[in-house]
Structure formats: structure tokens, C-alpha cells
């Protein structure tokens, strides 16, 4: 029988020596989405902070000059995530590679920059276990970049979005080196062509998921394609160069008859004739996006016939007809997810009679169809019972009591959007008897109160993310009921609540687990509120302040000495100077500051705290301040990855929300 490994103690009165450290890697599973747990856990003693330490397997820093400590202090590490760090260069690279040569599997740098095909090189060559792989984002990416990566000869996965400078030389590299991909990302890479694509498609025979859009392709690579017999995904979003004469018939049964999702979103040359071809290629395609294409007709239906399992269509921003929707509705299949955002077009009959024949749906938008009523809404609710996602914002011709059926008829919903409805408080007290919400959005919705709030602070615990945007009837009783009833509240927006006081913020510092709040325009909330929220909800890690004219450097302080996890702030039009500023500069996780019209602030302090900022990616600033900032300065912060967006934007006054979204029917029309 296999010995099970002890873990080294030095004090032989230590209750737990006789753990085995399998037991303690197991503790430690259960600990893996409760990072300050797992914090509390490893420096309880030494020897749990040493089992810590072997157990770990994934690492995220924010910043590359913590690598060196990191990999000491963590030898097995499989997957690296360096998205965060505002700056990795070749050094790191080869750091990484020295460190982690023999275990890492995964590595994430989506949004570095500054690395050449010199550190490419050394993760290929060194990280023989290397699966998966992610340069998404590298507008500097050249060939011979890419041609490095291919010494990555047991990659399985590899993102290269919006590698624009890649082209067919570099990733017929990585078809020649890399031939056990599972799947490929070369969206926006508009540097790759037919030859490129080609020469993917003949080397990498075990490709599953094929993401192509955008590329300036044509039919000349589609036989290549069509002849991998294990692809499940292929995406052509974006791809004007295919079109229905390119799509041939014979070339189609080649193969990918194992094909499950195909997105074609955006390719208006594809008309109702291309689909069919496309539909005729596998018989098992279960997800259909047309999204942004042709018009939705009998002709286009026509073809989703000959798939029987069929299960999501997608048809944002699509022109529809009744005829076609009908159609739809009349298809020999039971969809569960559908989604008509956006679609011209939507009527109450044709949307009606759909919905009584996919029962079964269990997805279903139609964001910003104007045109139903509560003839749609009633069927959905009497037809689809099962929906655990619902998203129907701006159906203005919705009436109030049509919400009331939703929450009587719907009652395993899970994501509910309201944004920009008529709903009212006995239209969300219905809606509060769905215990299971754990998102709700609610935002524009002028009839609500605190008395339908309280309702769904009452029945639904479960909630984890509310929307309240320019919902200016709520009041701190309202936020109140929430905190109290939603202990999971992660996400909450209450921006433009204009009658929020610090009451509320003082009721939602017992939300432990609150990750972001955007307070914007709340200007009755003062520094005391903010102090509430940061010594209290202290896995902060997004606040917007824009406009609380009363939250000054006070507010400040307590940020600084509580909410470690801080990433993103705005400050704009707040009361905070440079004094405030210069102390949220020892949080090491910040790295996005937007500060317009900060009053207090002088030329002198915004550069003390940019220096003090080490990890910062992004700050926004008012244009003004440009020539006010050395330019070695402002050259420096760059170097360290941060960039600036300079906004000429004039000071804006706030408008009644009334007006606001007269203002805005008016543009919609």
C-alpha cells in the first residue's frame, strides 16, 4: 500500500501533524474561490504556509517585478496569467521559462505588451508542456514572433486576435510546428489570408474550434475547412469576402460533419441560398448565429429544416418578418435559446405564436423590440416557464401590469433585464417570488420605489449583481432591504439614485463580498458613506465617484488603508485633490484612474501620485493637463505600460432624469 506523504512539523504538540498532505490539499480545494481564506489559511503556521505554497497552481500578479518572489515561493505552478501586468518583456519571458519550464500548461499574456519572438522563443523551446496559450491583443506581433511560438509543439490552443501584423509566413509557421491544435483564434489578424488559413486548416487535422473573423478570406480556403472532420466551431463573423456563389454544394459534404456551432454574424453577402448550403454541411449543428445579416425570411428558415438539433438561434440586429418568425416557430425542433435583440420588425403576433411552440426555451431576448405589448409578454410567460434568462430592455410599449405575469408564470429565472421598462412596485413585487435571480437590472425604470425593492430584498438571497441606473425613485430604504436580504451582492450600480445617502452606503457595507459599485451622480453620498463601504467590503475592486461633489481626500484615506484590492477608480467631478490621490497611490493593485475636472488638483501632485502608481495600465485625463505635465514624465509612466487618453470634454451640469430620457426617445426616433 502506498505510504501517504506527511507533512514536516517542528512542534511535535501540533494537534494537526497527523494530517497527511493530501488531506491539507484538499482543505486547500475547497478554499480555491475564497482567496482571503486561503490567505488566512497559509499564514496560520508554517507548515500550512509551506503546504500553501506546493499546492498553488495558478498565479495572477499585477505587476512582472513580483515574478521573482512568486517563483520561489511557488514551484508548480501550471497556469500563468500575466493579462494584468501592465509590462512584460523578453526578461520576464525567461524568467518564466527558467521558473516554470517543466510544469506550466497555460499562459495568459492577453493584454501584455513590450515582448518580442526572443522571449516567444524561450516559452516555446523551454516549456515543452505548454497547452495553451494566449497573445490576444499583441499589436506589435510580427512573424517572427509567431514563428517562435511554434517551437510550442504540444500546443492545443492558441489566441491571436487583433495580431495585426501576423501574416500567412507567420502562421503557416505555427500550422507546420503546431499540429496538435485543438483550436485557433485569428480574429481581426487581417494580415492573414486564403494561404494562411489554408495551410491551418491542412496541418492541423485535430482542430475543433476555428475563429476566422474579419479575415480578408475567400472561397479559395473554404475547401480546407470544410475537410476537418473534427471541427464543432467555425467562426466567419465579419467575412464579406464569402458569399453564396462561393459556397459550393459539392465542396460543402466534404466533411465537418461533427460541426456544432457556426456563427455567420455580420456576412450580408450570405443570403438564404448560402445558408442552406451551410446548414446542408452537418446534420448535428446545434448553435446558429446570424446576427447583423440578411433579413429574416420564410426563404432563410427554410434551410434550419434539415437540422434536428438545432437548440440556440441568434439574430441580433437582424431585419425579421412575421412570415419568418412564424417559420421559426413552425421548425421541427425544440430551441432553448433565442435571441431577437435589436430586430425590426418583432411583432406580438408572430412572437406570440413562436413562443407557443418552443416551450421549451430557457434563453430568450428581445432587447429593444419596440413594437410588442403585453400580448407578447403574456404568451412568453404563460408558454416558456422554464426561462432562466430574460432580457427585454427598452420594450416601451410593454404596460406596467404586464411585469406581474413574468413573476407569477417565470419562477426559475436567473437573469432578468428590465433596463428602461414601465414596471412598477407590484410588477417587481411578482417578480421577487423568483427566488432564484441572482442578476437584475432595473436601471430607467421611473415607476419603482423603495416598496417594490423591499420585496425583492425579502425573497430574493440569491441575488448577485442589481442595476438600478437613473432608477431615481429608490431611496435608502430601499438599499437598505437589499443589503440586508442579498448577502451574495457582488455588483450593484445605483448611479443617478439622486436621492441616496450615506445611510445606504452604511446598510451596504455589510454586503462582504461587493466587488464593484458605481455610485455616479449620487450627490447627497459624503466621504462618511465611502469610509463605510471600504473599511467593510474589502474585495472592492471597481468604484465610480463621478459627480458626489462631497466626497473629498477624507473619503480617500480609508480607500487607501482598506480596499487592497482596488483596480479602478473614477474621480471625476468629485472634491478629491492630490492629497487624496497621492494616497490611493499605496494600493499596488490600482491601475485605472479617470480624473476630469478635479478642482483641487495641481500639476505637481497629479505627477507625484502617477510616479507613486507603479502598477498603473490606463488613466484618463482632461487635455488641459498635458502641457502641464513634463514630458519625461509623462514618457516614463509610459515605458511602465500605462497609457493616457486625453479628453478635451467640457464641464457637464446634471439634467433632471426625466428630461434625460425625453432627450433620449428623441434620438431614438
Same mark, same amino acid.
Given at each position: 500500500m502506498k505510504r501517504q506523504k506527511r507533512w514536516d512539523s517542528q512542534n511535535d504538540n501540533n494537534p494537526f501533524q497527523v494530517l497527511t498532505e493530501e488531506l491539507i490539499f484538499l482543505i486547500l480545494d475547497f478554499l480555491e474561490t475564497a482567496p482571503l481564506d486561503k490567505k488566512s489559511f497559509a499564514l496560520t503556521c508554517k507548515a500550512f504556509y509551506a503546504a500553501e505554497a506546493r499546492h498553488r497552481r495558478a498565479l495572477r500578479p499585477l505587476r512582472t517585478e513580483h515574478l521573482p518572489a512568486l517563483a520561489a515561493r511557488y514551484p508548480s505552478v501550471t497556469d500563468l496569467d500575466l493579462s494584468l501586468c501592465p509590462r512584460v518583456g523578453d526578461g520576464v519571458l525567461a524568467l518564466v521559462a527558467g521558473a516554470y519550464g517543466e510544469t506550466l500548461r497555460r499562459l495568459d499574456l492577453s493584454r501584455s505588451r513590450w515582448f518580442t519572438g526572443s522571449g516567444l522563443l524561450n516559452v516555446g523551446a523551454r516549456c515543452g508542456n505548454l497547452v495553451e496559450l494566449d497573445l490576444s491583443n499583441a499589436t506589435e506581433l510580427r512573424d517572427a514572433g509567431v514563428a517562435a511560438v511554434a517551437r510550442a509543439k504540444n500546443l492545443r490552443k492558441l489566441w491571436l486576435a487583433r495580431c495585426k501584423l501576423v501574416t500567412d509566413m507567420g502562421i503557416g509557421c505555427i500550422a507546420v510546428g503546431c499540429r496538435?491544435?485543438?483550436?485557433?483564434? #485569428?480574429?481581426?489578424?487581417?494580415?492573414?489570408?486564403?494561404?494562411?488559413?489554408?495551410?491551418?486548416?491542412?496541418?492541423?487535422?485535430?482542430?475543433?474550434?476555428?475563429?476566422?473573423?474579419?479575415?480578408?478570406?475567400?472561397?479559395?480556403?473554404?475547401?480546407?475547412?470544410?475537410?476537418?472532420?473534427?471541427?464543432?466551431?467555425?467562426?466567419? @463573423?465579419?467575412?464579406?469576402?464569402?458569399?453564396?456563389?462561393?459556397?459550393?454544394?459539392?465542396?460543402?459534404?466534404?466533411?465537418?460533419?461533427?460541426?456544432?456551432?457556426?456563427? !455567420?454574424?455580420?456576412?450580408?453577402?450570405?443570403?438564404?441560398?448560402?445558408?442552406?448550403?451551410?446548414?446542408?454541411?452537418?446534420?448535428?449543428?446545434?448553435?446558429?448565429?446570424?446576427?447583423?445579416?440578411?433579413?429574416?425570411?420564410?426563404?432563410?428558415?427554410?434551410?434550419?429544416?434539415?437540422?434536428?438539433?438545432?437548440?440556440?438561434?441568434?439574430?441580433?440586429?437582424?431585419?425579421?418578418?412575421?412570415?419568418?418568425?412564424?417559420?421559426?416557430?413552425?421548425?421541427?425542433?425544440?430551441?432553448?435559446? #433565442?435571441?431577437?435583440?435589436?430586430?425590426?420588425?418583432?411583432?406580438?403576433?408572430?412572437?406570440?405564436?413562436?413562443?407557443?411552440?418552443?416551450?421549451?426555451?430557457?434563453?430568450?431576448?428581445?432587447?429593444?423590440?419596440?413594437? !410588442? $405589448?403585453?400580448?407578447?409578454?403574456?404568451?412568453?410567460?404563460?408558454?416558456? $416557464?422554464?426561462?432562466?434568462?430574460?432580457?427585454? @430592455?427598452?420594450?416601451?410599449?410593454?404596460?406596467? @401590469?404586464?411585469?406581474?405575469?413574468?413573476?407569477?408564470?417565470?419562477?426559475?429565472?436567473?437573469?432578468?433585464?428590465?433596463?428602461?421598462?414601465?414596471?412598477?412596485? @407590484?410588477?417587481?413585487?411578482?417578480?421577487?417570488?423568483?427566488?432564484?435571480?441572482?442578476?437584475?437590472?432595473?436601471?430607467?425604470?421611473?415607476?419603482?420605489?423603495?416598496?417594490?425593492?423591499?420585496?425583492?430584498?425579502?425573497?430574493?438571497?440569491?441575488?448577485?449583481?442589481?442595476?438600478l441606473y437613473r432608477s431615481t425613485g429608490v431611496t435608502d430604504v430601499g438599499i437598505s432591504a437589499i443589503a440586508g436580504g442579498c448577502p451574495d451582492l457582488e455588483i450593484l450600480n445605483t448611479s443617478y439614485c439622486t436621492s441616496i445617502t450615506d445611510k445606504a452606503l452604511i446598510s451596504l457595507s455589510k454586503c462582504s463580498k461587493l466587488k464593484a459599485l458605481e455610485i455616479r451622480g449620487c450627490i447627497l453620498v459624503t466621504s462618511l458613506g465611502l469610509a463605510a463601504i471600504a473599511m467593510n467590503c474589502r474585495q472592492l475592486t471597481r468604484l465610480d465617484i463621478k459627480k458626489c461633489y462631497d466626497i473629498d481626500d477624507s473619503g480617500m484615506i480609508p480607500l487607501a488603508h482598506f480596499s487592497k484590492t482596488l483596480r479602478q477608480i473614477n474621480l471625476s467631478y468629485s472634491s478629491v485633490t492630490d492629497v487624496g490621490l497621492l494616497s490611493l497611490a499605496s494600493i499596488s493593485c490600482l491601475q485605472s484612474f479617470t480624473m476630469l475636472h478635479l478642482q483641487g488638483l495641481v500639476p505637481g501632485g497629479l505627477a507625484a501620485a502617477l510616479l507613486a502608481c507603479g502598477g498603473l495600465t490606463k488613466v484618463k485625463l482632461h487635455l488641459s493637463l498635458r502641457s502641464l505635465l513634463p514630458e519625461l514624465l509623462i514618457r516614463h509612466v509610459e515605458a511602465r505600460g500605462c497609457v493616457f487618453e486625453w479628453r478635451d470634454k467640457e464641464f457637464q451640469a446634471e439634467l433632471d432624469p426625466k428630461c434625460w430620457k425625453l432627450q433620449l426617445e428623441d434620438v431614438m426616433q
Open positions: 496538435k491544435l485543438r483550436l485557433i483564434c #485569428l480574429k481581426w489578424c487581417v494580415g492573414i489570408g486564403d494561404l494562411g488559413v489554408d495551410l491551418v486548416a491542412i496541418k492541423c487535422k485535430e482542430l475543433t474550434s476555428l475563429d476566422l473573423s474579419y479575415l480578408p478570406i475567400t472561397e479559395k480556403c473554404l475547401p480546407s475547412i470544410f475537410k476537418l472532420q473534427l471541427l464543432e466551431d467555425l467562426v466567419l @463573423e465579419g467575412c464579406f469576402g464569402i458569399d453564396d456563389d462561393s459556397l459550393d454544394v459539392d465542396l460543402l459534404k466534404q466533411g465537418c460533419k461533427s460541426l456544432k456551432k457556426l456563427d !455567420i454574424s455580420g456576412c450580408q453577402n450570405i443570403s438564404h441560398t448560402g445558408l442552406s448550403k451551410l446548414t446542408s454541411i452537418s446534420g448535428g449543428l446545434e448553435k446558429l448565429i446570424l446576427a447583423d445579416g440578411s433579413p429574416i425570411t420564410l426563404g432563410l428558415v427554410d434551410g434550419l429544416n434539415k437540422l434536428p438539433m438545432l437548440q440556440s438561434i441568434i439574430l441580433d440586429g437582424c431585419p425579421v418578418t412575421s412570415e419568418g418568425l412564424r417559420a421559426i416557430g413552425s421548425l421541427c425542433i425544440s430551441l432553448r435559446e #433565442l435571441s431577437l435583440s435589436k430586430c425590426l420588425g418583432v411583432t406580438d403576433e408572430a412572437l406570440s405564436f413562436l413562443v407557443s411552440k418552443h416551450k421549451d426555451l430557457r434563453k430568450l431576448d428581445i432587447t429593444c423590440c419596440r413594437k !410588442i $405589448t403585453d400580448g407578447s409578454i403574456a404568451s412568453i410567460a404563460n408558454s416558456c $416557464t422554464g426561462l432562466t434568462s430574460l432580457k427585454m @430592455e427598452s420594450c416601451t410599449l410593454v404596460p406596467q @401590469e404586464a411585469f406581474v405575469l413574468i413573476g407569477q408564470k417565470c419562477h426559475y429565472l436567473e437573469e432578468l433585464d428590465l433596463t428602461d421598462n414601465e414596471i412598477d412596485d @407590484e410588477g417587481l413585487m411578482s417578480i421577487s417570488s423568483c427566488s432564484r435571480l441572482s442578476s437584475l437590472k432595473i436601471g430607467i425604470c421611473l415607476n419603482i420605489t423603495d416598496r417594490g425593492l423591499t420585496y425583492v430584498g425579502m425573497f430574493c438571497s440569491k441575488l448577485e449583481e442589481l442595476d
